[in-house]
Nanobody, 126 residues
Framework: QVQLVESGGGLVQAGGSLRLSCAAS????????VVWFRQAPGKEREFVAG????????YYADSVKGRFTISRDNALKTVSLQMNNLRPEDTAVYYC???????????????????WGQGTQVTVSS
């Protein structure tokens, strides 16, 4: 089983940047779909960006395309989310999630993941 630990959240002004990291412990991310979701107060958890199980494909929500970049290290121990040109509407708790059984067509579904991090707060001030 993989455990997930997120880091890198914080407070930033609009237009600024943050980098979130999701570290795997217990094993590597090999064979896991690894994604980022976010949840703003009073809203449902939504997909942000993710890797397919093979790692060969990346996917982004339309709202973050061109601003956010998901990446992973060669050791497959860390998945990062580089967030540039942040907007107040990006304010949310960001969660890393992973699963070995999530197929690409279900990548953006919250229910597709058994492993979740604790979440990290991102606040963007206007």
């Amino acid at each position: 089983q993989v455990q997930l630990v997120e880091s890198g959240g914080g407070l930033v002004q609009a237009g600024g940047s943050l980098r979130l990291s999701c570290a795997a412990s217990g094993r590597t991310f090999r064979g896991y779909a690894v994604v980022w979701f976010r949840q703003a107060p009073g809203k449902e958890r939504e997909f942000v960006a993710g890797f397919s199980r093979t790692g060969g494909y990346t996917y982004y929500a339309d709202s973050v395309k061109g601003r956010f970049t998901i990446s992973r290290d060669n050791a497959l121990k860390t998945v990062s989310l580089q967030m540039n040109n942040l907007r107040p509407e990006d304010t949310a708790v960001y969660y890393c999630a992973a699963d070995q059984n999530t197929i690409t067509s279900n990548l953006q579904q919250v229910r597709g993941y058994d492993h979740w991090g604790q979440g990290t707060q991102v606040t963007v001030s206007s």
